[in-house]
């Protein structure tokens, strides 16, 4: 089973080729988190968006939007650039409650389907 299929069946959208996976509990506290940060910082989308792409993941002020939103996944290379942008570690952007347990419970759903 490949991991894509937890987020259920590719679909087409405006030409593009997505999924049509909806941000759970631990996307959207992420997402919050971001923006949360980004405005201590004092920064506008476009200044963390250029402050991405200067750290080599290039990124646009709607790509940051859409993430602080729930609009758009924000994946691991996202999430590693924005903390670095932001200058925190990109632990600081997860939910807090994500280190424990609800994190494992997810990850051992996710291995059980894997592995049988």
């Known amino acids: 089973m490949h991991l894509w299929a937890f987020c259920g069946q590719p679909e087409r959208r405006g030409g593009r080729r997505g999924h049509n996976c909806?941000?759970?509990?631990a996307g959207i506290g992420t997402a919050r988190n971001i923006e949360a940060a980004r405005?201590?910082?004092?920064?506008?989308?476009?200044?963390?968006?250029?402050r991405c792409t200067a750290l080599g993941r290039p990124m646009t002020n709607i790509a940051v939007s859409?993430?602080?939103?729930?609009?758009?996944?924000?994946?691991?290379?996202d999430l590693v650039a924005?903390?670095?942008?932001?200058?925190?570690?990109?632990?600081?952007?997860?939910?807090?409650?994500?280190?424990h347990g609800a994190a494992s419970q997810t990850f051992n759903r996710i291995q059980g389907a894997l592995l049988g």
Not at 22 to 25: A, F, I, L, N, Q
Not at 39 to 50: D, E, F, G, K, Y
Not at 66 to 77: A, F
């Open 22 to 25: 909806k941000s759970g509990p």
């Open 39 to 50: 405005l201590a910082c004092h920064l506008t989308q476009w200044q963390l968006a250029a």
């Open 66 to 77: 859409r993430t602080e939103r729930g609009r758009r996944r924000c994946d691991v290379d």
């Open 82 to 99: 924005i903390a670095g942008a932001l200058g925190v570690s990109p632990s600081a952007l997860l939910p807090q409650w994500t280190a």
